[in-house]
């Protein structure tokens, strides 16, 4: 069964470094998703992506966040100078076209940022 | 702010008992709705996904949903000991394709 993939599983960062998340979405999927989960909330919608380019953020992604789709298979979430509340765990998430659009989570990445 | 919310629980149900988790959620607008199951530490699992009014049915899982009152719930039958984890509502508006989650109901199964 076709699923989603992301690497690393767990990422350890000092703050104000640079780090990339990486997501290999389910093969014939059009729709890319990134999702926050800080120990103990709730999961929280970071940013979706189709027909390489953002269609929504929310307000938790601010400059400091970028998505790319570098190739046909990966998408990337960027953060380029982490901070301490960046520590939560990342879910990247895809779906179909519409109406099809269950979207299935990935493994997740834990970030811990020091 | 368009919201979902449940009952953070935890809920305890004996094994082979009915499970019940509700959800509400505050966009009226709201098109799609899915239970998901996560597991500590885990990400979260698709159960089922539900559309229109009414009751969908599937193995021990039915979701229902009523649109007018703007509720969901997810009804599991024959708990076991293996469905204690923390049951996600997540709801997509009618716009865009985010899902917005509720904090979960964490359900334990007592053998």
């Known amino acids: 069964e076709p699923e989603v993939t992301q690497t690393p599983s767990h990422q350890v960062t000092q703050m104000g470094q640079e780090v990339i998340l990486r997501c290999v979405p389910i093969s014939n999927h059009l729709y890319f998703y990134w999702y926050r989960q800080i120990l103990g909330q709730k999961v929280e919608f970071l940013v979706s992506?189709?027909?390489?380019?953002?269609?929504?953020k929310s307000e938790i992604f601010d400059d400091q966040f970028s998505v790319e789709r570098p190739d046909g298979s990966n998408f990337t979430l960027k953060i380029r100078s982490t901070k301490l509340e960046d520590s939560a765990m990342y879910f990247c998430a895809s779906s179909e076209a519409l109406p099809k659009d269950t979207q299935y989570f990935g493994p997740g990445t834990r970030l811990t940022v020091l | 702010q368009k919201e979902v919310e449940q009952n953070s629980g935890p809920l305890s149900v004996p094994e082979g008992a009915i499970a019940s988790l509700n959800c509400t959620y505050s966009d009226r607008g709201s098109q799609s709705f899915f239970w998901y199951r996560q597991y500590s530490g885990k990400s979260p699992e698709l159960i089922m996904s539900?559309?229109?009014?009414g009751d969908k049915e599937d193995g021990r899982f039915t979701a229902q949903l009523n649109k007018a009152s703007q509720y969901v719930s997810l009804l599991i039958r024959d708990s076991q000991p293996s469905d204690s984890a923390t049951y996600l509502c997540?709801?997509?508006?009618?716009?865009?394709?985010?899902?917005?989650f509720g904090q979960g109901t964490e359900l334990s199964v007592k053998p």
């Open positions: 997540a709801v997509k508006g009618n716009q865009g394709g985010k899902l917005i």
């Open positions: 992506f189709y027909n390489n380019e953002i269609s929504e």
């Open positions: 539900i559309y229109s009014n």
